[in-house]
């Protein structure tokens, strides 16, 4: 179920089911993390698997952070270009090593490959305590259009 978006935002609400579904269509979101005492954001491609998110990665600052003992948060948006509808689906929860040696047959079998080339050895589960998402129209930049816009322009040429 979701709720209709109000008169005044047109921001619907999405149910938890919508997200996921939304979550399994794009490949890539940013990641957050508690690293060195403030907050970091890395973006990463992923698989949705059995109600979480499994992505891979190699040694570093984002293994380290994800995890560390700070929840971590996922964000993914997209945007129809035909009807100008957009999406954001935010995942917030804890970051577990995959280890177990059935978990990580099964996790390579979600054909999880980096973008990046190196090592991607480690392979995470986020287990979400909360998914949240909406979906907006976009708006059309000349409904932001002021007087400074132009005197901003004029300014340039």
Request: net charge negative.
């Amino acid at each position: 179920m979701t709720n209709k978006p109000s008169p005044v935002s047109g921001v619907e609400v999405l149910s938890a089911e919508q997200c996921w579904a939304l979550l399994r269509g794009v490949s890539v979101g940013r990641l957050a993390v508690w690293a060195a005492n403030h907050p970091d954001i890395f973006p990463i491609n992923y698989k949705v698997d059995h109600g979480t998110l499994v992505f891979r990665t190699g040694e570093g600052t984002k293994l380290h952070a994800a995890l560390g003992d700070a929840p971590v948060a996922l964000e993914a948006d997209g945007v129809d270009q035909d009807t100008g509808i957009a999406w954001s689906v935010v995942v917030k929860g804890g970051a577990v090593g995959v280890t177990l040696t059935q978990e990580v047959l099964d996790t390579v079998g979600l054909l999880l490959f980096p973008w990046q080339a190196g090592r991607k050895d480690a392979f995470v589960r986020i287990v979400p305590t909360s998914i949240t998402g909406r979906r907006f129209k976009v708006t059309s930049p000349l409904t932001w259009w002021s007087p400074l816009d132009d005197a901003t322009r004029a300014g340039l040429e």
